[in-house]
């Protein structure tokens, strides 16, 4: 067929962004016959030269009645791809792992590192901003260059104590202290509050607006509170211990089950017994958690030497890794991922508020048809005819109050079906008698299972092989 039947036969269509064109028929017959190289070259005498999808081309030769119904797409152009993000390069080492305490093969724990703190003097610079790169420029089909795209940029979110320079490249400490993340990767310069000792009687409570660091233990029934970062060369007893930014713990946590330990980011120690403690991200244990309640925002580690869970509640929002969970004894332990526990608890409460609106609205109810009755029979007393217009606005409101609920529990369902991150890793052995949630779906494990990952899949709570 010449190039002129092939004009009366076919159109061209472009994409609006011209990275997609299409071919269609204008009508078919049972004469219509061409080539692939004779397709090509009319679709290129149109304009369209780059991206050209030469299976697409063969088939629409091959088989023409069957592509004469709908519009095929013949051409796709590349799309400019953005360039690697800004970033904002500290002078200083900010990973927190850095200065862990380092445990020995024995368990002991050498705690030298942990005076290693970030000091700056007042002018200092702490961090540069680093522009963001432009990526790969793309092509239309038609053959015009695309302008390439940059990455997002970067930007401070400077906190206590530090200023940015005018062309924004820059952010300088105001203050002789130590540079501390917090909520929301907030950069500040704390002055730092030391203990060389015990928090007990001789040192009262502390409520300080920068870094805490303590050379001794914490006893039970003292409170330390930080607007940075709180360290503790030493134990923690039932204390309540409350930080914006993280905390660690060299010797360990034994609460028994007295006060909490609170972190805005991280949270690290040898050892929780007993104990309540919460991480707005991450809680890294080197030897056990044991009868306590832990809940972090994103992640629980548990995989030192022992890495042993056993007893309590664990709860993460992203994931748990351990080497062990439970023991041979079936001790009750549940192991919960995939949504922040905050809105596990929330969720709790809200079906407690509908269950509870509900039961009062029936005692309403049951009031207002008594009333009702009066009402109809004309026997109704003006303080009777009062208290059926107060039934009634109370009814009125804690329907509100019930629909209102009711939207937020199903908020709260639709954010823990988003399980695809969660997951529960286990290097060694999972026992009999842990409960394992993740998002709304549970598995009872009842036999020991040997280096496993449990993650959902299909409507339920799917175990498959740990690699790692």
């Not at 999808?53 to 088939?59: D, E, G, R, V, Y």
């Amino acid at each position: 067929m010449d190039d002129q039947l092939l004009e009366s036969h076919l159109r061209i269509q472009t994409s609006p962004d011209k990275l997609s064109a299409f071919l269609l028929f204008n009508y078919i017959t049972d004469e219509f016959a061409c080539t692939p190289e004779q397709l090509e070259r009319f679709i290129r005498s149109k304009g369209i030269v780059h991206g050209l999808q030469s299976q697409a081309i063969h088939n629409i030769c091959r088989d023409p009645v069957v592509y004469s119904k709908e519009q095929t797409l013949i051409a796709v152009g590349d799309d400019a791809k953005p360039g690697a993000d800004g970033q904002i390069r500290f002078l200083y080492d900010m990973e927190q792992k850095e200065r862990r305490p380092a445990e020995t093969q024995d368990g002991k724990v050498d705690f030298k590192e942990i005076s290693q703190l970030r000091n700056v003097k007042s002018g200092q610079l702490i961090a540069e901003r680093v522009d963001p790169k432009l990526g790969p420029p793309g092509k239309t089909v038609t053959g015009e260059l695309i302008p390439p795209k940059p990455g997002k940029p970067a930007r401070f979110k400077p906190g206590k104590n530090v200023v940015v320079n005018p062309e924004q490249t820059g952010i300088y400490s105001t203050i002789d202290g130590l540079v501390t993340l917090t909520d929301k990767d907030k950069i500040n310069v704390f002055p730092v509050y030391e203990v060389n000792g015990d928090v007990d009687y001789r040192v009262g409570n502390i409520d300080f607006v920068g870094t805490v660091v303590i050379r001794g233990n914490v006893l039970s029934g003292f409170k330390v509170k930080a607007a940075g970062d709180i360290r503790v060369v030493g134990g923690v007893e039932g204390a309540e211990i409350e930080s914006e930014g993280s905390i660690e713990i060299t010797s360990g946590i034994m609460a028994g089950n007295k006060g909490y330990v609170k972190a805005g980011r991280n949270i690290r120690s040898s050892f929780i017994q007993d104990a309540n403690v919460i991480a707005g991200e991450e809680v890294e244990v080197s030897q056990s958690i044991m009868h306590s309640n832990v809940r972090a925002g994103k992640r629980i580690n548990c995989t030192g030497a022992k890495g042993l869970i056993v007893g309590g509640t664990i709860q993460a929002g992203e994931s748990v890794t351990a080497r062990t969970i439970g023991n041979t004894m079936s001790t009750a332990t549940v192991v919960e991922v995939g949504v922040l526990p905050e809105l596990r608890g929330e969720l709790i409460e809200q079906r407690m508020l509908v269950k509870q609106l509900k039961e009062s609205m029936d005692k309403t109810d049951k009031a207002l048809v008594i009333l009702d009755q009066l009402a109809a029979a004309d026997k109704l007393t003006p303080e009777k005819m009062n208290m059926r217009m107060q039934l009634l606005a109370t009814k009125r409101q804690a329907s509100t109050r019930i629909d209102s609920a009711m939207e937020r529990i199903l908020e709260i369902e639709q954010e823990l079906e988003n399980t695809d991150k969660a997951k529960v890793s286990v290097l060694n052995v999972i026992y009999g008698g842990t409960k394992v949630v993740i998002g709304r779906y549970t598995k009872f494990i009842k036999d020991p299972l040997k280096r496993i990952l449990l993650q959902y899949a299909d409507g339920e709570v799917a175990a498959s092989p740990y690699v790692g």
